[in-house]
């Protein structure tokens, strides 16, 4: 499981996020997407830590807390939703449509 971490600075980088979260335990991975378009980050995170017990204390400390001008937004990350369902519906009323 890991952590979502929202409303980053954009001036945020890994090396960052490794030292405030390192304050609570082990980090074992950071994950910092990069819009495509203008090559900038997105203004949130994933943080992957060692033990559950060091993430809710993480979640504990950060969720709400003032970091680099912002109100940080931490808790746990929730699985992805497929957005593919959404598109073959739309497929699907195309075909209707046609025929």
Do not use: C, H
């Not at 090559?39 to 060692?50: K, L, N, Q, S």
């Not at 970091?67 to 990350?77: H, I, S």
């Not at 929730?78 to 598109?87: I, T, Y």
Request: hydrophobic share 35%; charged share 30%; aromatic share 10%.
């Amino acid at each position: 499981m890991s952590v979502y971490v929202g409303n980053l600075s954009y001036q945020v980088t890994e090396d960052n996020l490794n030292a405030v979260f390192g304050e609570y335990g082990s980090v074992k991975r950071v994950q910092l997407p990069i819009d495509r378009e203008t090559g900038r980050v997105r203004g949130f995170a994933f943080v992957e830590m060692g033990t559950e017990a060091e993430e809710l204390a993480a979640i504990a400390a950060l969720d709400g807390a003032e970091w680099m001008g912002r109100d940080l937004k931490v808790n746990k990350a929730r699985p992805r939703e497929d957005k593919s369902s959404f598109a073959g519906q739309r497929r699907s009323q195309n075909f209707r449509s046609r025929y």
